[in-house]
T-cell receptor, first 114, second 111 residues
Framework: DTAVSQTPKYLVTQMGNDKSIKCEQN?????MYWYKQDSKKFLKIMFS???????INETVPNRFSPKSPDKAHLNLHINSLELGDSAVYFC?????????????FGPGTRLTVL | GQQLNQSPQSMFIQEGEDVSMNCTSS?????WLWYKQDPGEGPVLLIA?????ELTSNGRLTAQFGITRKDSFLNISASIPSDVGIYFC???????????FGQGTTLQVKP
């Protein structure tokens, strides 16, 4: 009965590679988000999608591309990985259109770029 | 851009003590949320506040939405070892769902 799930939990890869992180929510929410948490634990929003439509796109390098095949899934693809991309990436979801901004987070994906 | 200042940055307390932490913003928020993050896990929502002046409790936790809409506090009463973790405030002022997070308060509880 997992609410927001992410795969993989850990991802170790070489600089220059391309990788994807998957996220799924079974809460029936209409909006999904990607956050990045750096080594100092600071959480910053990257993207949000509502029903497959991009709503928020912060100043993120265009090597990062979110893809939402349906409103229950929001994947994050990262091209040409760099050392500075190492962080923990969290997916979240909310029922935003109902006026509810309570966001529920997944367990995170720890990305390490070598 | 909008910023949240959360304090204190860390706290080390004795089991049974009460704890208070707060967040202040340079601008007005319509929503304040408080989260707790355990090591290796995602943030878990503790309390959500939607109205200025609102005071809401969740067990031993109490949070308030400041009257000015620029601040919020979280109190934990009678702390226990499992309260250990990082507590984050988050605020939103837009209808896009964008949350701005505070820097976090790391709480350690000595049994």
């Amino acid at each position: 009965d997992t609410a927001v799930s992410q795969t993989p939990k850990y991802l170790v890869t070489q600089m220059g590679n391309d990788k994807s992180i998957k996220c799924e929510q079974n809460l029936g929410h209409d909006t999904m988000y990607w956050y990045k948490q750096d080594s100092k634990k600071f959480l910053k929003i990257m993207f949000s999608y509502n029903n497959k439509e991009l709503i928020i796109n912060e100043t993120v390098p265009n090597r990062f591309s979110p893809k939402s095949p349906d409103k229950a899934h929001l994947n994050l693809h990262i091209n040409s990985l760099e050392l500075g991309d190492s962080a923990v990436y969290f997916c979240a979801s909310s029922h935003r259109l109902a006026g509810d901004n309570e966001q529920f987070f997944g367990p995170g994906t720890r990305l390490t770029v070598l | 851009g909008q910023q949240l200042n959360q304090s204190p940055q860390s706290m080390f307390i004795q089991e049974g003590e009460d704890v208070s932490m707060n967040c202040t913003s340079s601008s007005i928020f319509n929503t304040w949320l408080w989260y707790k993050q355990d090591p290796g896990e995602g943030p878990v929502l503790l309390i959500a506040l939607y109205k200025a002046g609102e005071l809401t409790s969740n067990g031993r936790l109490t949070a308030q939405f400041g009257i000015t809409r620029k601040d919020s506090f979280l109190n934990i009463s009678a702390s226990i070892p499992s309260d250990v973790g990082i507590y984050f405030c988050a605020g939103s002022s837009s209808n896009t769902g964008k949350l701005i997070f505070g820097q976090g308060t790391t709480l350690q509880v000595k049994p």
